[in-house]
């Protein structure tokens, strides 16, 4: 959980989304791509702003280098595809390969942020005007594709985010395809929604994906085309078609509409731990709930997201009361 401990540079987060990107290497030669540059009219962090989309150190999907960019194989409209981004003085350096190449450089603003709004938010809490004041680079990504994010998120569910990333890695892995052009070794784009319907319930079981989430997955990826028409909604829209589906209630909906849509005001709602974060930050109150949470986030109506991406971003987070939960995996039954 992002804020709960000093960034180390190998280190990523989920909730808060940071992701510190390294400088100073060049970058090796690479085979020439669909290119595109954009000059940005803000500061951006890039590690900031494109951190909640990498699951876990080693997400097959998602890869910071030595010289600064960030890569991300994902499966677009058109096709699978690659994409480099890197800021150069002020500029957005991107370079693309593969059918979807197009498609993710005509994405690439929004993906930076470029339909986000912080002008609209106002700090009702010195904690969070402090953070606020230190991140100027952080605006709300979005990356105009649901599925990606919806189907990470369900892994997710009930379980410690180290099992959810494992089983991302392996299924990445093993049912996804060699992402384009000259991407760092062993990156991979998603399955298709076809193959996620394909896949086996042993690799479900070996990957520790128990059959709930399993099924949730399945009864998602057979109406994909339907769920990605959720990016031309508005947030709340958007979470009400997404929770049609028997699995997706408003925990996974939010956490894919914050990535998807960039929705500054979708709360995670039934998280194990964000209340009392929340709680402890903005009122002392480690036991607070939900009901709680969204009391103290009131005064941020509208941009309640941004607000809570700001208090796990602060590090102010109640001190353990207990061990870290043990991570289990049920592919050893």
């Given at each position: 959980m992002a804020g709960r401990f000093p960034l180390r540079p190998t280190s990523t987060t989920v909730r808060g989304g940071d992701v510190v990107v390294p400088g100073g290497v060049p970058r090796p030669a690479m085979a020439p791509g669909r290119r595109r540059s954009w000059a940005l009219p803000w500061p951006l962090d890039l590690g900031l702003v494109l951190g909640p989309l990498r699951r876990g150190p080693g997400d097959p999907t998602f890869r910071t280098t030595p010289d600064g960019s960030v890569w991300r194989a994902s499966r677009t409209p058109t096709g699978p595809g690659t994409l480099r981004v890197a800021l150069r003085s002020g500029v957005a350096e991107a370079e693309a390969w593969g059918p979807g190449a197009e498609w993710l450089l005509h994405q690439l603003p929004e993906m930076l942020g470029a339909l986000d709004d912080p002008a609209a938010f106002a700090p009702r809490h010195r904690l969070v005007a402090l953070t606020w004041k230190r991140r100027p680079g952080l605006r709300l990504t979005r990356t105009g594709l649901v599925m990606e994010s919806l189907i990470p998120s369900v892994l997710e569910q009930k379980v410690t985010t180290d099992e959810a990333y494992r089983a991302w890695r392996l299924l990445v892995r093993k049912f996804g395809e060699p992402a384009p052009g000259p991407a760092p070794a062993r990156m991979h784009v998603m399955p298709a929604p076809r193959t996620w319907a394909l896949i086996p319930s042993w690799e479900w079981h070996r990957a520790g994906v128990d059959n709930k989430r399993a099924s949730t997955i399945l009864r998602a990826v057979r109406v994909a085309a339907r769920l990605e028409e959720a990016t031309g909604m508005e947030?709340?829209?958007?979470?009400?078609?997404?929770?049609?589906?028997?699995?997706?209630?408003?925990?996974?909906?939010?956490?894919?509409?914050?990535?998807?849509?960039?929705?500054?005001?979708?709360?995670?709602?039934?998280?194990?731990?964000?209340?009392?974060?929340?709680?402890?930050?903005?009122?002392?109150?480690?036991?607070?709930?939900?009901?709680?949470?969204?009391?103290?986030?009131?005064?941020?109506?509208?941009?309640?997201?941004?607000?809570?991406?700001?208090?796990?971003?602060?590090?102010?987070a109640p001190p353990r009361r207990a061990p870290k939960m043990r991570r289990g995996d049920i592919g050893r039954l």
């Open positions: 947030a709340a829209a958007a979470q009400a078609r997404l929770e049609v589906v028997p699995g997706i209630g408003p925990w996974t909906s939010a956490e894919t509409v914050q990535r998807s849509l960039g929705a500054a005001d979708s709360v995670t709602v039934g998280d194990l731990h964000l209340p009392g974060i929340v709680g402890y930050a903005l009122a002392g109150d480690r036991n607070a709930d939900d009901e709680v949470m969204l009391s103290l986030l009131e005064p941020y109506a509208g941009q309640r997201h941004r607000a809570a991406r700001l208090i796990l971003l602060s590090g102010s």
